[in-house]
């Protein structure tokens, strides 16, 4: 029996998460495709490299195979095009897309009055851990190591990060929570600005419920 490809062998540890679940996802695609069909004896049969070569030096012996394998070529290139087609579009789609089972509509507070933003909550795993999906706009890029932070308040009071995002125009961005939501304010989502001016404090409150 063949050996199924380790994929920490092939990929390493050196490489960042992102990439690496985007290749993790073409293996598994690859894996499950399988090899292309293997050639029949009569194909197996034809002599290599001269058959090959013939048509860059005008042999025409056993012309009739030739269209035979380019026919195969082309149909291993289309089955590898499509599974690593399907991975691409799989990890764009999903680094930004969620099946939200609840949608946390956020708008800018004095601080940052044409913001607004919106957070969309998926169904925990099995280890209670959130996935989200946050998307701000209107939100000024921070200098001097400066960045916003997703919280959740208690008391109304930002009390746990749920992540750090850079802003520029439209931003979207994949996050993960590992609480019990239900320990916090109901309405207790909020995003704030954490500059050296501030200390990196989260009093800055810059998005919040709408």
């Known amino acids: 029996m063949t050996r199924r490809p380790d994929f920490d062998e092939l990929v390493g540890q050196d490489v960042p998460r992102d990439e690496r679940d985007r290749l993790r996802r073409a293996h598994d695609l690859l894996i499950e495709a399988g090899p292309p069909p293997e050639l029949s004896p009569e194909l197996e049969a034809v002599p290599w490299p001269d058959d090959a070569l013939a048509p860059l030096f005008g042999r025409r012996k056993q012309g009739a195979r030739r269209p035979i394998l380019l026919a195969a070529a082309l149909a291993t290139a289309v089955v590898v095009g499509f599974v690593l087609g399907q991975a691409t579009t799989t990890s764009s789609s999903s680094s930004t897309s969620i099946d939200a089972r609840q949608t946390v509509q956020l708008r800018g507070t004095t601080l940052a009055r044409s913001a607004f933003g919106k ?34 308040t208690k008391g109304g009071v930002p009390l746990v990060s749920c992540g750090t995002i850079n802003a520029r125009g439209d931003t979207v961005v994949r996050m993960s929570a590992a609480y019990n939501l239900e320990n916090f304010d109901d309405d207790g989502w909020v995003i704030v600005r954490k500059t050296p001016s501030n200390n990196f404090d989260a009093s800055q409150i810059v998005l919040k419920v709408a």
Not at 125 to 138: F, S
């Open 119 to 152: 957070l969309e909550l998926g169904k925990p795993d099995g280890a209670g851990n959130w996935p989200m999906v946050l998307h701000v706009k209107g939100l000024p890029s921070l200098d001097n190591g400066g960045y916003y932070d997703l919280y959740l």
